[in-house]
């Protein structure tokens, strides 16, 4: 593999991570394990680890403004509740669940606990994160916010704020100078509104009425209200369920495609789906959708639309990352960027399971960094970023993840680690086999599963106990293979192709089920 013509070898031994949530714990892992570097620092705004992970009671009730920003607004500074008392809102809500079995997304050498449930509440993943980030605490400054990322020869300089009271953040900037920068604060902080015909009128004429799920907090706020949700993630699906259940009925769902997630979602007669929206009239309170059926008296209309790709900090790197704040620009592999290798994002993909892909991306660049691994060619990097616009587009498709994808992702990132040299030496990166492969084949039916057990479910902690054993299925395939090789042979007699016991009824019921729902959200990505 050719070597980047800036340089044949990284002289890179001091490193900072821009946030302490589950990228920035993994990529201090990772680099401290290569016992190379010299200075890693872990800068966090907030006072803890954990970064979306971290609920925060306190929000927004509404959009101040339509657009309420865009990829390009200043960066956010904290609300004050008290002018010692600083807020960075989470995403979390009361209700919030994983939507990702604990056996598939916890860190590769930590597990979850063997008493959280199947899906781990986001109170329990932040517990997890809090415990597995001790090892790390001391190179964390926390309450210190990262205002400026700039190039300075071949290192970078950041700009540092404060933000420990409302005194020490409006004083002056402190700097602080670093051969190579990992951004791992995320992109789930500015929201993407579609500009709707009306909105701006609407929201003028009704503050606090069009909202975002970056707000949200639980479905009894609602009560009494006619809404309609916007979107079709996982925060979309589960949040309009939550509404339902006391909003007036029904709640209205707007959508532009179905949900890759919908085979997971329990049937609810309360939400009514409806196509995307096409105007809003304020007056009477009217939304018109696609279908050209309108519907008036709306109280609440909540965004769960997503987020833009937004890092101001870097908004004076040239070439510019960001541009329609659908994906980063200029990155090779989803993770480092090909015009300043010294740069790198973690956890730019989407549909993926993020603790272990934050690993191989972090054992990726440890390795990269401290000369174990060969930069590949400006041409190369060139090469990967422009066939993957060719194949998925130059939107938000980018970092989208297709069914399995995230696997061979994972996969990929541990092969190229392991090629290198010493490989043994350092932190391992996780590598996923056919137990790993066969539970994320069946996530749609997984968690239609435990859904099914209603409030019963957080008695739930393990696949088995809804039906879904690994071994019981690998040796119902072993008889069927068996099965199928007498049949060849002529060995066959009237028994052959039953099923051995209600087991494997269960069993193969499920997997019909869960190949089915895998074939059909690999169709939507598509």
Not at 13 to 40: C, D, Q, W
Not at 102 to 131: A, T
Request: glycine share 6%; proline share 7%.
């Amino acid at each position: 593999m050719d070597h980047h013509p800036l340089t044949s070898d990284f002289d890179v031994r001091t490193v900072a991570i821009i946030g302490a949530g589950p990228a920035g714990i993994a990529a201090a892992k990772y680099l401290s394990a290569e016992s190379h570097f010299t200075s890693i620092v872990i800068y966090e705004q907030s006072s803890s680890f954990g970064g979306a992970w971290r609920y925060t009671a306190q929000t927004k009730s509404g959009l101040e403004a339509i657009p309420p920003a865009t990829p390009h607004s200043p960066l956010q500074p904290p609300l004050w509740l008290e002018p010692d008392r600083p807020l960075f809102i989470s995403p979390m809500y009361d209700e919030l669940e994983t939507n990702i079995p604990k056996s598939l997304m916890g860190f590769s050498d930590r597990p979850f606990p063997d008493h959280y449930q199947l899906f781990p509440k986001h109170g329990q993943v932040c517990d997890y994160l809090l415990e597995y980030s001790k090892e790390v605490e001391r190179l964390v400054k926390f309450n210190c916010q990262v205002c400026g990322v700039s190039k300075h020869g071949s290192g970078w300089i950041l700009s540092l704020k404060s933000t420990k009271t409302q005194a020490s953040f409006s004083q002056s900037v402190e700097k602080a100078s670093f051969d190579a920068v990992i951004v791992s604060s995320g992109h789930y902080d500015v929201p993407n509104v579609p500009d709707i015909p009306g909105a701006k009128e609407w929201n003028e004429m009704y503050p606090n009425s069009l909202q975002h799920s970056k707000y949200f907090r639980r479905g009894e706020d609602y009560k009494g209200k006619k809404v309609i949700v916007v979107g079709n993630f996982a925060s979309a699906v589960d949040i309009a369920s939550q509404i339902s259940h006391h909003a007036l009925s029904p709640t209205l769902q707007s959508t532009r495609s179905e949900s890759y997630l919908s085979a997971a979602a329990l049937p609810n007669p309360l939400v009514e789906q409806h196509p995307q929206i096409t105007s809003l009239d304020a007056p009477s309170r009217t939304v018109t959708f696609a279908s050209g059926h309108s519907v008036s008296n709306i109280d609440t209309i909540l965004f769960c639309t997503g987020y833009f790709y937004s890092y101001p900090f870097l908004s004076t790197l040239t070439p510019p990352i960001i541009a329609s704040g659908l994906r980063t620009q200029g990155l090779y592999d989803q993770v480092l960027n090909r015009h300043h290798p010294t740069l790198a994002f973690l956890l730019q993909a989407q549909r993926v399971i993020p603790f272990p892909t934050a690993e191989a991306q972090s054992a990726f660049l440890a390795r990269l960094w401290s000369n174990r691994l060969p930069l590949p060619s400006v041409r190369v990097m060139r090469d990967w970023e422009e066939a993957r616009i060719a194949d998925r587009g130059d939107g938000r498709d980018f970092h989208n993840m297709r069914f399995l994808e995230d696997v061979d992702y994972i996969n990929h990132l541990y092969d190229v680690v392991m090629s290198g040299q010493a490989p043994e030496k350092g932190k391992r990166p996780p590598k996923w086999g056919a137990k790993e492969r066969w539970i994320r084949e069946r996530f749609s039916a997984l968690r239609r599963a435990f859904l099914e057990r209603g409030e019963r479910r957080n008695e739930v902690r393990t696949m088995e106990e809804v039906g879904f054993d690994y071994e019981a299925w690998v040796e119902e395939e072993s008889g069927r293979a068996e099965r199928e090789g007498k049949m060849e042979r002529g060995e066959a007699n009237g028994a052959v192709g039953s099923l051995t016991n209600g087991t494997s009824l269960t069993i193969n019921g499920i997997e019909a089920m869960a190949v089915e729902a895998g074939r059909d959200s690999n169709a939507e990505q598509c």
